[in-house]
């Protein structure tokens, strides 16, 4: 038993100063933080048991990347449709990415085993920053798609670019070595393991009777 415990299980509640007792007790909760957490969380947002945000960002990069690529073809050739297409490529990455957020913040905020961890929040503050600046890129390029390309809708798709591998990374992170939304429920796992223990009883039952008859 450590110092703080002791002295808290030993000593009268009346014999400690309440001041005292409440920073041991404030310092015992906090330990909790420090501690390592443990690979795994469930997912809250999810559709045939597999998560949903993983299977939204999907288009949003896509698009975010795409118009890049649009862009760089519109200065390079000189071509109006190249910028026509940044501008509702744009637009499509910005909505499907607000989607998409909106699924990964009910999971950031509802689920404690994602919460907690600090790359949730990095992926978080990044992947705000790149909807940020893709809004910004979308609504200048409105009134003037083929003017508003070069050289601020190029720098911003290059900036959004960066942001999307940033996020990109980060979530792969939660993925690979956190963890998050991998495998199925504890319920799951319990029913798998049950159905598993009644087959082997089963074949044994079957290999028994086999041995009976001969």
């Not at 009346?14 to 015992?28: D, L």
């Not at 003017?147 to 690979?176: D, E, T």
Request: with cysteine.
């Amino acid at each position: 038993m450590r110092a703080p415990d002791l002295l808290l299980s030993v000593l009268p509640s009346g014999s400690m100063p309440g001041g005292r007792r409440r920073n041991i007790q404030k310092r015992e909760a906090m330990k909790k933080f420090g501690k390592p957490l443990s690979p795994g969380a469930p997912t809250l947002v999810a559709f045939a048991r597999h998560p949903l945000h993983p299977m939204l960002v999907t288009f949003p990069i896509a698009f975010f990347l795409g118009a890049l690529a649009s862009d760089l073809a519109a200065w390079y050739i000189g071509d109006a449709f190249w910028a026509r297409a940044s501008l509702w490529l744009l637009g499509a990455g910005v909505w499907m990415g607000i989607i998409a957020g909106a699924a990964g913040t009910v999971e950031l905020l509802c689920v404690t085993g994602i919460r907690r961890r600090p790359a949730s929040w990095n992926h978080f503050v990044v992947a705000v920053m790149l909807l940020a600046v893709q809004f910004f890129n979308w609504l200048s390029r409105i009134h003037d798609p083929v003017g508003s390309v070069v050289p601020v809708g190029i720098c911003l798709s290059g900036l959004g670019a960066l942001l999307v591998a940033s996020a990109g990374w980060l979530g792969g992170k939660l993925v690979f070595e956190h963890q998050i939304a991998v495998g199925g429920s504890d319920t799951e796992d319990q029913a798998d393991n049950t159905a598993v223990t009644l087959s082997d009883r089963n074949t044994s039952d079957v290999s028994l009777a086999d041995a009976t008859d001969r």
